[in-house]
Protein backbone atom coordinates (compact mmCIF):
# COMPACT_ATOMS: atom_id res chain seq x y z
CA UNK A 1 0.00 0.00 0.00
CA UNK A 2 1.70 3.00 -1.11
CA UNK A 3 1.03 6.61 0.91
CA UNK A 4 -1.08 9.30 -0.95
CA UNK A 5 -0.90 13.04 0.19
CA UNK A 6 -4.35 13.13 -0.82
CA UNK A 7 -4.78 10.06 1.54
CA UNK A 8 -3.14 11.57 4.30
CA UNK A 9 -4.53 14.58 4.36
CA UNK A 10 -8.18 13.18 4.69
CA UNK A 11 -6.66 11.14 7.77
CA UNK A 12 -5.01 14.39 9.24
CA UNK A 13 -8.76 15.74 8.01
CA UNK A 14 -10.67 13.37 9.81
CA UNK A 15 -8.43 13.44 13.02
CA UNK A 16 -8.28 17.25 13.66
CA UNK A 17 -11.46 18.13 12.38
CA UNK A 18 -11.02 22.01 14.10
CA UNK A 19 -8.10 22.65 11.32
CA UNK A 20 -9.31 24.01 8.12
CA UNK A 21 -8.52 22.07 5.11
CA UNK A 22 -6.37 24.31 3.09
CA UNK A 23 -3.88 24.69 6.39
CA UNK A 24 -3.35 21.21 7.07
CA UNK A 25 -2.47 20.57 3.27
CA UNK A 26 -0.35 23.80 3.81
CA UNK A 27 1.21 21.99 7.06
CA UNK A 28 2.02 19.35 4.90
CA UNK A 29 3.82 20.71 2.08
CA UNK A 30 5.84 22.76 4.49
CA UNK A 31 7.09 19.06 5.81
CA UNK A 32 7.34 17.20 2.97
CA UNK A 33 9.46 20.44 1.43
CA UNK A 34 11.91 20.86 4.72
CA UNK A 35 12.65 17.16 4.44
CA UNK A 36 13.16 17.22 0.55
CA UNK A 37 15.29 20.62 0.93
CA UNK A 38 17.12 19.03 4.11
CA UNK A 39 17.95 15.82 1.82
CA UNK A 40 19.51 17.86 -1.29
CA UNK A 41 21.71 19.85 0.77
CA UNK A 42 23.18 16.05 2.24
CA UNK A 43 21.83 16.37 5.72
CA UNK A 44 20.04 13.59 7.95
CA UNK A 45 16.15 13.63 8.55
CA UNK A 46 15.28 12.01 11.97
CA UNK A 47 11.64 12.22 13.17
CA UNK A 48 12.07 10.91 16.67
CA UNK A 49 10.42 7.42 17.27
CA UNK A 50 9.42 6.73 13.94
CA UNK A 51 12.41 6.90 11.08
CA UNK A 52 15.49 8.34 9.67
CA UNK A 53 16.17 9.32 6.21
CA UNK A 54 19.54 10.26 4.51
CA UNK A 55 21.49 10.31 1.61
CA UNK A 56 23.94 8.09 0.42
CA UNK A 57 26.58 8.66 -2.76
CA UNK A 58 26.24 5.10 -5.35
CA UNK A 59 29.76 5.48 -6.76
CA UNK A 60 30.46 5.73 -10.61
CA UNK A 61 30.77 2.34 -12.05
CA UNK A 62 30.88 0.31 -14.80
CA UNK A 63 27.42 -1.74 -15.15
CA UNK A 64 26.12 -3.68 -17.99
CA UNK A 65 23.06 -4.21 -19.89
CA UNK A 66 21.56 -7.32 -19.08
CA UNK A 67 19.70 -8.15 -22.23
CA UNK A 68 22.63 -6.95 -24.57
CA UNK A 69 25.77 -7.69 -22.02
CA UNK A 70 26.64 -4.09 -23.31
CA UNK A 71 29.38 -2.41 -20.92
CA UNK A 72 27.67 0.63 -19.45
CA UNK A 73 29.16 3.41 -17.47
CA UNK A 74 27.15 4.38 -14.57
CA UNK A 75 27.35 7.75 -12.89
CA UNK A 76 27.32 8.70 -9.45
CA UNK A 77 24.07 9.49 -7.88
CA UNK A 78 22.83 9.45 -4.58
CA UNK A 79 19.74 7.62 -3.11
CA UNK A 80 17.82 7.39 0.15
CA UNK A 81 18.72 5.33 3.15
CA UNK A 82 15.23 4.73 5.22
CA UNK A 83 15.31 2.80 8.47
CA UNK A 84 12.75 3.15 11.17
CA UNK A 85 12.93 3.24 14.31
CA UNK A 86 12.99 0.24 16.96
CA UNK A 87 9.43 1.21 18.49
CA UNK A 88 7.69 1.39 14.83
CA UNK A 89 9.44 -2.34 14.24
CA UNK A 90 8.23 -3.76 17.20
CA UNK A 91 4.70 -2.44 16.89
CA UNK A 92 4.58 -3.99 13.16
CA UNK A 93 6.11 -6.58 14.15
CA UNK A 94 4.15 -7.48 17.39
CA UNK A 95 6.96 -8.33 19.63
Known amino acids: MAVVKSNLLKKLANNYPNF ?51 KIQTEQKRSIRFKMSKNWFKRLNHE
Not at 37 to 59: C, Y
Open 20 to 70: LRKDLSKLLDIALNEIENALRKGKRVELRDIFTLETRIQKARISRNPKTNE
